[in-house]
């Protein structure tokens, strides 16, 4: 299970710190993710982490504002975002890989088998 939290209302330029609690597995052993979907669009890739906390990668649009993160030792993966734009609101939704260990494609969103809940981040202009 996936539990997101830390999404709501936020001005132009500031900052939300996501945070998405995991159970019921060996978190440590799977890439982790953040997707987010705005309203009439389709659910995107924003950042994801790999197992070994060693390599992370961000979408365009977001690198260099977002920063994703994760402590192993709490099962918990971070997304702390800066420089918030309205662009930017949309349901946030962390995920778990379906596969231990996975080294490759570990961005493509169909890889992911375990989602969380979603947390809204609305950014005002």
């Known amino acids: 299970q996936l539990q997101a939290s830390g999404g709501g209302l936020a001005q132009a330029g500031g900052s939300l710190r996501l945070s998405c609690a995991a159970s019921?597995?060996?978190?440590?052993?799977?890439?982790m993710g953040w997707f987010r979907q705005a309203p009439g669009k389709q659910r995107e890739f924003v950042a994801v982490?790999?197992?070994?906390?060693?390599?992370?990668y961000y979408a365009d649009s977001v690198r260099g504002r977002f920063t994703i993160s994760r402590d192993n030792t709490k099962n918990t993966v971070y997304l702390q975002m800066n420089s918030l734009k309205p662009e930017d609101t949309a349901v946030y939704y962390c995920?778990?890989?379906?596969?231990?260990?996975?080294?490759?494609?570990?961005?493509?969103?169909?890889?992911?088998?375990?989602w969380g809940q979603g947390t809204l981040v609305t950014v005002s202009s």
């Open positions: 982490i790999s197992w070994s906390e060693e390599n992370t």
């Open positions: 019921g597995r060996t978190f440590s052993r799977y890439v």
């Open positions: 995920a778990a890989d379906g596969t231990p260990y996975r080294t490759t494609d570990v961005t493509i969103l169909a890889n992911f088998g375990s």
